[in-house]
């Protein structure tokens, strides 16, 4: 029978071996800084996923993110809702409808029905 001799690998060898395939800690959080500054989403998603940040350190960085939706979003629902329910008081108004019957053309043929006139068309030649 022959035996074959096992290598013996020290621990230390196996963990620098696995260091070296991977970046270390300092170069992700170098590279995740400057893709939050230069690129914004990716750096977003780079901080979530390689870093171990405190939670707080995280949300003031999404914060400009969530801040840049949410203050639209509210502009759009408050402005939105005035208009509709401002718009609506107003049409209901004496004013609309005054302004409505002054934007009617009087000597348009089609308003004539509406008015209560009916005329008849008649050609006049003049010499």
């Known amino acids: 029978m022959i035996m074959e001799k096992k290598k013996i690998v020290l621990r230390k060898e196996i963990e620098v071996k696995e260091e070296s395939t991977y970046l270390r800690y300092d170069v992700k959080t170098l590279i995740t800084v400057f893709l939050l500054v230069m690129a914004y989403p990716v ?5 979530f996923v390689w ?3 405190n939670k707080w350190v995280k949300f003031l960085v999404v914060l400009p993110a969530l801040l840049a939706i949410i203050i639209p979003l509210f502009i759009l629902l408050v402005v939105g809702t005035a208009v509709v329910k401002g718009g609506r008081d107003y049409i209901n ?9 002054g934007m009617i053309n009087r000597n348009c043929p089609m308003m004539e029905e509406e008015r209560g006139e009916f005329l008849n068309p008649t050609i006049r030649i003049s010499d």
Do not use: A, P
């Open 43 to 47: 750096g977003l998603i780079l901080m």
């Open 51 to 53: 870093m171990k940040w």
């Open 93 to 101: 108004s004496g004013d609309f409808q005054k302004m409505r019957r």
